[in-house]
């Protein structure tokens, strides 16, 4: 059984890990190359703007399609794996018309609250990227499903494409933030097209199967999802989210500009690596859980992570203070600072992300909703008690709450999981090499600058 499923991981997860991933490497390298050049077209105050954004964009698109989209790897009939991207996408374009309702009645109070006045006249692609993101979403999970991951590859330089030459077209001509926007709305939604136009050409006959009766039958059947799993991505997008939304309206001037560089540049690894893992994981998961080896495939899963992406950010994160004066230009060493800060948390959670899928699956739905509650409460509770007591370190904060949040998280993750401690260090202490290394280089070329 050992030997099975060492060459299933070495074959066939690994396989398709190295297909999103081959197919995201220029996308996301293409996205880190322009930013020296966004930094110097865009200023922080614009990049603050983005921030606002981009953050109300996370916290409600992650809702939009209720989580139905989470089942849609997990039925055994197609047919009812169709019912629920149906469902998916009339909850999407629901959640953006309502939105577009509430924006089109109180603009002014919107921004007003968020403190950003230049988001005004921009306001009007909040709804649009709101329906774009979640049906993208949707129908990447039902592209998961059918484990066409050159597909979604596909897409994904697509949107980094769009997104990366808007960003630097309008800028050039001196157009911000609506740029910067604009872009951010296509780097999250580029490739819907693709995704539906491969649906209805390979799927035809099995989404003929969607009607309103099996839809029904099927929203009861998943309620688990609406019910908590919704609840959990809205606190879980919320904990990281709304602090972003809070240090723009105390914080006067461009410091939640500096948190979006820090954020961008930090993210860069966990989107090349960590949601191509997260995509795979989901898709096998159900059959490791019925199989018995969910445990031995978990832990792996933590190790292969461990050895690939913890070095690298730690490395970032040690030169960050040094390098980005000099890649970004002298105004952004703030975002070098927050950088710093930051590694911890972006280890954590380039660990914990892929592998939460594990509560899903498990059909531990109401323990991830109370996780990302205590995460909403932990994050969003510090970082406004350090605005009003100690404002200076608003940013700092933030960023230890939410490695505090990934620790635990993991934790209990692993526990559920029934990840085995021998399993574990197993997994993990061939990458302690790699992580030494990785740190090593890094100070030993900060000394040298």
């Known amino acids: 059984?050992?030997?099975?499923?060492?060459?299933?991981?070495?074959?066939?997860?690994?396989?398709?890990?190295?297909?999103?991933?081959?197919?995201?490497?220029f996308a996301q390298a293409l996205m880190v190359l322009v930013l020296p050049l966004l930094t110097r077209l865009y200023t922080p105050e614009d990049f603050s703007v983005l921030a606002v954004y981009a953050s109300i964009l996370g916290i409600i698109s992650v809702a939009a399609c209720?989580?139905?989209?989470?089942?849609?790897?997990?039925?055994?009939?197609?047919e009812d794996a169709a019912n629920l991207l149906a469902l998916a996408l009339c909850s999407s374009a629901g959640v953006a018309g309502l939105s577009?309702?509430?924006?089109?009645?109180?603009?002014?109070?919107?921004?007003?609250?968020?403190?950003?006045?230049?988001l005004l006249p921009y306001l009007w692609l909040l709804p649009l990227g709101i329906w774009l993101s979640s049906s993208y979403a949707a129908l990447q999970l039902w592209t998961t499903r059918k484990k066409k991951f050159p597909v979604i590859a596909k897409t994904r330089m697509t949107q980094a494409i769009g997104g990366a030459s808007t960003q630097v077209g309008l800028g050039w001509v001196g157009i911000a933030p609506l740029g910067l926007v604009l872009g951010q709305m296509i780097s999250s939604s580029a490739g819907i097209i693709g995704l539906a136009r491969h649906a209805l050409k390979h799927d035809r006959v099995v989404l003929h199967s969607v009607a309103w009766s099996e839809m029904r039958r099927i929203f009861f059947e998943y309620g688990r999802f609406p019910k908590y799993s919704m609840l959990e991505s809205l606190a879980n997008s919320a904990s990281a989210h709304?602090?972003?939304l809070i240090i723009a309206a105390m914080v006067a001037g461009p410091e939640a500009g500096f948190l979006?560089?820090?954020?961008?540049?930090?993210?860069?690894?966990?989107?090349?690596?960590?949601?191509?893992?997260?995509?795979?994981?989901?898709?096998?998961?159900?059959?490791?859980?019925?199989?018995?080896?969910?445990?031995?495939?978990?832990?792996?899963?933590?190790?292969?992570?461990?050895?690939?992406?913890?070095?690298?950010?730690?490395?970032?994160?040690?030169?960050?203070?040094?390098?980005?004066p000099i890649i970004f230009g002298t105004q952004w060493q703030r975002a070098g600072e927050l950088v710093c800060w930051m590694t911890p948390w972006f280890g954590m959670q380039f660990l914990a992300s892929p592998v939460s899928m594990t509560l899903h699956v498990t059909k531990n739905q109401r323990t991830a909703l109370i996780l990302q509650i205590l995460g909403l409460v932990l994050r969003v509770g510090t970082v406004a008690i350090f605005g009003y007591l100690a404002r200076n370190f608003i940013i700092e904060s933030y960023a230890i709450s939410g490695f505090v949040f990934y620790v635990i998280y993991l934790c209990v993750v692993i526990k559920i999981a029934k990840v085995k401690n021998k399993e574990l260090?197993?997994?993990l202490i061939p990458a302690i090499a790699f992580i030494v290394s990785w740190t090593s280089l890094?100070?030993?070329?900060?000394i040298v600058l």
């Open 425 to 427: 260090l197993r997994a």
């Open 1 to 25: 059984m050992r030997q099975k499923f060492d060459a299933f991981f070495r074959q066939g997860f690994v396989k398709s890990v190295g297909v999103l991933v081959g197919g995201t490497a």
């Open 100 to 118: 577009a309702v509430i924006i089109w009645l109180f603009p002014v109070q919107i921004v007003q609250l968020v403190a950003q006045p230049k």
């Open 260 to 324: 979006m560089l820090a954020i961008k540049v930090m993210a860069s690894p966990m989107s090349l690596i960590g949601a191509a893992v997260s995509q795979v994981y989901l898709s096998r998961a159900p059959e490791e859980l019925q199989a018995g080896t969910l445990s031995k495939f978990t832990a792996n899963t933590l190790g292969g992570l461990a050895k690939i992406g913890v070095g690298p950010l730690i490395f970032a994160g040690i030169l960050a203070p040094v390098v980005f």
């Open 442 to 446: 890094a100070i030993l070329i900060r």
């Open 66 to 78: 209720l989580r139905l989209e989470i089942a849609i790897p997990l039925p055994q009939r197609d």
């Open 242 to 244: 709304l602090p972003i």
